[in-house]
């Protein structure tokens, strides 16, 4: 009779106590509900640390070799517990006592687990000494590989074993034998390599099975590699290697054709030139299209890896006269896969080659109906233009650049496009005036946006190659026409334009060349391109001074920020912040050098040392003890925090008040300020407010309070809310987590 098997159990009163969520876990390996089992199984260290390892070997190992019948998930997890169980069974000692449920875990019939249970099983295998080994771990390896066919995964472990499964009668497990050849192969001793090995290689490269011959192609690339020393076995095994690449069945020559370049650096010199090349020509020249396809993709790759002496013989006389005829091949993959790396040939050859052979390929390849070709020939172009120089390069490749410039499909002109700075800087600034410049600007109005975005982006490259001179001249007028386009799309292309060129041209072609024109667009009848002329502002006002802000910017993003539309007037506010923070950085920056010249004039009455001994840096405030203090005990309450910030915002009566905030990231123009070992940021529209303060903390019954001494406040509201001062008006809508209110006209308070 039968007996169920019996699930561990924690006994006594003690056991029941403190143990009782263990006993929760035991018992839900045998709950109907597959997500608790799995759960338990996921835990099942958790289990045996609290049974031991003598219980655990004795009664959760037998549990476990005794249930696996369970769903293929459970399984799973349970196979992938046990590779990690050998300390919780007592260590080494005791690792074979782990080998019947594996074993059972390695008969299951679904692929994942048996591949997880042999994982595991090699795993423990290390664990094992060699008394061990011979007394469990071998017996159980020949029983799998005696039994059901699924157990190939197991054939680098025993000789022998993997030598059956080899000649197995069922095709899936010589597959699988296969697939593991190469692998069993660099772990055995030189004579049985050299002689079972390569036998068990032959018989395999010669199975009636296409399935398992193709998987053998990646084996004999390792076996190659492991004879390179023994010319003998090498000669052997080259021609197995040739008949592969040469085999009846188009998947074989399929495999062999993508594993070409690593045949090649398998045998490296100890093969002739003529002899790889024959084999890889073979391949290009194949019937069946994807062989070709795959060949083909592999050569700039086989080119490169031949030796250096008779590689430009070997290209020119062998390769490139079957190439040719793939140009026009009737599968466009294997046009498409040419066009790949063709163009990577040329510098293999050098110019008068790739001039009297390349050429004509890369013309015919240009001019191909498929348009994935002219892509790939397009987007190699620097490969043979370094090469094949100037002239050849204007009255050869040129007319047909051209020519592709209106191509139908944008993504073969966006190449070229991208293509044109390269361009540019290899025939010269006059030839590209002449025959090139007129393309650049009719890509400004392509129907297609990114054509119209990648045309913009390029002019800054072209400026800053020939000069912000050439670009005020020949650029900017014609960018300019496009301000009075009857299409809003190319009047916003204006604006683009001036956005990548403002800094390459500077302030004063700014505001000479370009404001007119920005100046005109903010009254555009289309909204669109009246709050890209916000967006316009706040990239040009970063190559602006202040004055020019405040006389030419400043009054025009005004009168934008009450525009009919949301949107105008969004970005005209954003416009305005932008620039206000932009001044506060060249002001504080203009205070920080007074600062230090001050500094600097006090040292040096002062010291009879050095002129530069004492030197500081002033920072925007200062801080008290009491504030230090009270700082470093508001960190440890916020463990993610790095540091507070101070920040201000507008609010109450008088127009401004402070904030504090935990910050764990200090923005682009914040100010660090750093005391006995706390960290202060000062946020970019707070700094101007606060030099020259000091920050305190006082305590007393109604309140805990931080405290800005603060000389540069004008007046304080009666409330105790806020505070103003000379400094233009600040917006935000930052939330704080404090509360403020005046202690009195010198000082400003805040409540963290």
Not at 84 to 92: A, K, M
Not at 325 to 346: F, R, S
Not at 707 to 712: E, K, L, S
Request: hydrophobic share 45%.
């Amino acid at each position: 009779m039968n007996t169920a098997p019996t699930v561990p159990v924690i006994s006594g009163q003690e056991g029941e106590d403190s143990l009782y969520p263990i006993a929760v876990l035991i018992d839900e390996l045998r709950n109907e509900d597959v997500q608790l089992r799995l759960n338990s199984i996921r835990k099942l260290s958790t289990i045996a640390l609290a049974l031991g390892v003598e219980r655990t070997r004795k009664e959760l190992i037998q549990f476990l070799t005794d249930t696996i019948y369970d769903e293929d998930e459970v399984l799973l997890a349970l196979a992938e517990q046990l590779g990690n169980f050998t300390p919780l069974v007592g260590g080494p000692e005791y690792v074979h006592c782990l080998l019947p449920p594996l074993e059972n875990l390695a008969n299951i019939e679904e692929t994942v687990v048996r591949d997880k249970a042999v994982e595991s099983l090699q795993k423990i295998a290390e664990k094992h000494s060699v008394a061990q080994l011979e007394e469990y771990f071998i017996p159980m390896v020949l029983r799998l590989a005696s039994g059901f066919i699924i157990f190939y995964s197991l054939n680098q472990l025993v000789p022998r074993a993997f030598r059956s499964l080899c000649r197995d009668d069922t095709p899936m497990v010589r597959r699988a034998a296969a697939s593991k050849l190469g692998e069993f192969a660099k772990v055995q001793e030189s004579d049985y390599l050299k002689n079972d090995v390569v036998q068990i290689f032959e018989d395999l490269a010669k199975d009636e099975q296409d399935s398992v011959r193709l998987l053998s192609v990646e084996a004999g690339i390792v076996i190659v590699g492991l004879l390179s020393d023994d010319a003998a076995k090498l000669a052997h095994v080259k021609p197995i290697i040739k008949d592969l690449v040469q085999d009846k069945s188009w998947r074989v020559r399929y495999m062999a054709a993508v594993k070409i370049v690593e045949i090649q650096q398998a045998f490296g010199n100890k093969i002739p030139i003529e002899e790889i090349v024959g084999w890889y020509t073979g391949l290009l020249k194949d019937c069946e299209g994807e062989v070709r396809d795959a060949a083909a993709e592999k050569l700039q790759a086989f080119c490169a890896a031949l030796p250096e002496e008779g590689r430009k013989r070997g290209i020119t006389d062998e390769i490139l006269p079957v190439i040719k005829p793939l140009t026009t091949d009737a599968n466009q993959h294997v046009k498409i896969a040419l066009a790949h790396v063709v163009m990577g040939l040329a510098p293999l050859l050098g110019n008068q080659s790739t001039v009297e052979h390349l050429l004509p390929i890369f013309l015919a390849m240009l001019r191909d109906d498929t348009p994935e070709v002219r892509l790939n020939i397009i987007s190699s172009l620097d490969k043979v233009s370094n090469v094949i120089g100037a002239d050849e390069l204007q009255y050869s490749l040129l007319p047909a650049i051209i020519d592709l410039a209106q191509d139908g499909k944008w993504r073969v002109r966006l190449a070229l496009v991208e293509y044109m700075p390269l361009l540019a800087e290899q025939l010269g600034q006059k030839f590209f005036d002449e025959k090139l410049l007129k393309l650049c600007m009719n890509w400004l109005t392509d129907h297609v946006y990114a054509i119209r975005e990648a045309a913009t982006n390029i002019l800054k490259q072209l400026a800053e190659k020939f000069g912000a001179d050439w670009a005020v001249k020949s650029i900017l007028p014609r960018v300019i026409e496009l301000a009075a386009d009857s299409n809003y799309l190319h009047r916003m292309t204006c604006l683009f334009c001036f956005n990548t060129l403002a800094e390459a041209l500077g302030k004063e072609n700014v505001v000479r060349e370009m404001f007119p024109t920005i100046k005109t667009l903010s009254n555009d009848s289309v909204p669109n391109v009246r709050f890209n002329v916000a967006k316009t502002l706040i990239r040009i006002g970063k190559v602006l001074d202040a004055p020019t802000i405040n006389n030419e910017i400043k009054p025009l993003v005004s009168k934008m920020s009450e525009d009919q539309e949301f949107d105008v007037r969004y970005f005209a506010d954003e416009a305005k912040e932008s620039n206000f923070i932009f001044i506060i950085h060249i002001f504080l920056n203009i205070m920080r050098f007074i600062q230090v010249l001050f500094a600097s004039a006090r040292v040096v009455k002062s010291s009879s040392g050095s002129r530069l001994e004492g030197l500081k840096e002033r920072q925007a405030i200062s801080l008290t003890q009491a504030a230090v203090e009270r700082i470093k005990e508001l960190i440890k309450q916020k463990p993610g925090a790095k540091a507070l910030k101070i920040g201000v915002q507008q609010r109450g009566c008088s127009g401004l008040t402070y904030t504090l905030d935990y910050a764990d990231q200090k923005g682009k123009l914040d100010e660090e300020v750093k005391q006995d070992g706390i960290t202060i940021w000062i946020d970019s529209k707070a700094q101007l407010t606060l030099i020259g303060s000091k920050m305190d903390f006082e305590r007393s019954k109604l309140a805990a309070e931080f405290i800005f001494h603060n000389p540069n406040i004008k007046s304080t509201c009666g409330c105790g809310e806020s505070f103003s001062m000379d400094t233009p008006t600040i917006n935000t809508t930052s939330e704080p987590i404090n509360k403020e209110k005046i202690k009195d006209e010198s000082s400003i308070n805040a409540q963290l």
